[in-house]
């Protein structure tokens, strides 16, 4: 009798955590997501790409930040035109504008790789991706920041 009590106990403390914490997730999210796993998901997302590409300028790596560019620009494609994830306005406003940086940062990444293998005198390498990424990498954070609601963002 005492363990059947214990079960119908336990199982009523369950129900009632599960419907709370769903009642909490969808007061959470208010319009436009924020607060939602989706805008946790996309903002985690955009954080590792970001923290990729500053590794990779940071090594002066010019075909990996080209590839990091490249991977980011349908991500970026999605979160301003929030097919993929449910984001907020402000969200998506400063997604089209590191959307615009990122095919940018593209365009001057791959004339560098260009003027790379013909001329010889450059300046290094990693201070020219850097000034190429960083408007960048400056949209990316506050991308991210955007998506977490200012929340802070931790540093990779």
């Known amino acids: 009798m005492r363990s059947k009590l214990t079960r119908a106990f336990t199982v009523l403390a369950t129900a009632a955590s599960v419907a709370l914490a769903?009642?909490?997730?969808?007061?959470?999210?208010?319009?436009?997501?924020?607060?939602?796993?989706?805008t946790t998901s996309?903002?985690?997302?955009?954080?590792?790409m970001r923290d990729a590409l500053v590794s990779r300028v940071d090594k002066g790596d010019v075909p990996g930040a080209q590839a990091s560019l490249g991977e980011l620009a349908p991500v970026l494609t999605d979160l301003a035109r929030g097919e993929r994830y449910v984001i907020?306005?402000?969200?998506?406003?400063?997604?089209?504008?590191?959307?615009?940086?990122?095919?940018?940062?593209?365009?001057?990444?791959?004339?560098?790789a260009a003027r790379m293998e013909t001329e010889a005198g450059l300046?290094?390498?990693?201070?020219?991706?850097?000034?190429?990424?960083?408007?960048?990498l400056i949209s990316l954070s506050s991308l991210v920041n955007d998506l977490l609601g200012g929340l802070p963002v931790p540093a990779g």
Request: hydrophobic share 40%; proline share 5%; charged share 15%.
């Open 123 to 136: 300046p290094p390498v990693t201070a020219l991706l850097n000034a190429l990424v960083q408007r960048l």
């Open 42 to 48: 996309a903002a985690a997302v955009v954080q590792t």
């Open 22 to 38: 769903g009642v909490g997730v969808a007061q959470a999210s208010g319009p436009g997501g924020n607060g939602s796993s989706s």
């Open 88 to 112: 907020q306005a402000q969200a998506k406003e400063t997604a089209v504008t590191a959307r615009q940086e990122n095919a940018e940062a593209r365009q001057g990444v791959d004339e560098l």
